[in-house]
């Protein structure tokens, strides 16, 4: 319906909750050290996980030509 892959669609999703979680608790503080671990975690790229590649292969049913 909005012309997004699911991978779009569920990024998307992910980071509009994200966003609306961080909105809602605006200010943290962080020392030196624990800021640069979290923006270590941040920019790292996601750990493989095999439950979310095989997710991520099947085919959705209306993709799926007819039978």
Request: aromatic share 8%; charged share 30%.
């Amino acid at each position: 319906m909005l012309g997004k892959s699911r991978s779009e669609f569920l990024l998307e999703a992910a980071r509009e909750r994200a966003q609306d979680v961080l909105l809602e608790h605006p200010i943290f503080r962080l020392d030196p050290k624990a800021f640069e671990r979290f923006i270590t975690a941040l920019e790292a790229p996601p750990a493989q996980s095999p439950g979310i590649e095989r997710l991520m292969a099947v085919k959705a049913p209306w993709t799926k030509p007819p039978a």
